[in-house]
């Protein structure tokens, strides 16, 4: 008698499958949310570098423009932070994560180009670096040289 209520109660739970929809359905979300904030957070990491570029750009073009670049090296940072808009993270320290160089030497008169250097710890929303083995925080670079116009 106990083994035939064993198969019969092995047979009709081999035969139910009332949980395997919901089993595939959270398998299925969990891996295309892991997708769709990938992508959100590599098109954040994406804009976060372009707008560093723009900004090391446009610090580096009014450093070319000033009669004395030297004299001016606080308002050149300060320039190059402004134009900097991040997408979820800090703004722009301009005292500690701008670069100010001016090629060969901001105080003689034979100076050839401004260059304008800006890095910018960028973090990271999803886990997806950190399951590839990397940090959760990158420092992204932008930087950017003008030839000095002043006279």
């Not at 064993?6 to 929809?21: H, K, N, Q």
């Not at 722009?92 to 003689?108: H, R, W, Y």
């Not at 050839?112 to 670079?141: A, C, K």
Request: with cysteine; net charge positive.
């Amino acid at each position: 008698m106990r083994v035939t209520i064993l198969t019969t109660c092995s047979r009709r739970f081999r035969r139910d499958e009332s949980g395997v929809a919901l089993l595939e359905f959270a398998l299925f979300v969990s891996v295309l949310l892991l997708l769709v904030f990938g992508i959100i957070d590599f098109g954040r990491a994406l804009f976060t570098a372009n707008n560093l570029v723009a900004a090391a750009r446009e610090g580096a073009r009014y450093g070319a423009r000033v009669t004395n670049p030297g004299a001016v090296l606080s308002a050149i940072r300060d320039t190059a932070a402004s134009k900097m808009s991040p997408f979820g993270n800090a703004p722009v320290n301009a005292a500690t994560q701008v670069l100010v160089a001016c090629v060969p030497n901001c105080s003689t008169g034979q100076l050839q180009s401004v260059q304008v250097q800006i890095n910018y710890p960028f973090t990271w929303l999803t886990p997806l670096p950190q399951l590839m083995g990397q940090p959760m925080r990158d420092t992204l670079h932008a930087r950017a040289t003008f030839r000095w116009e002043g006279s």
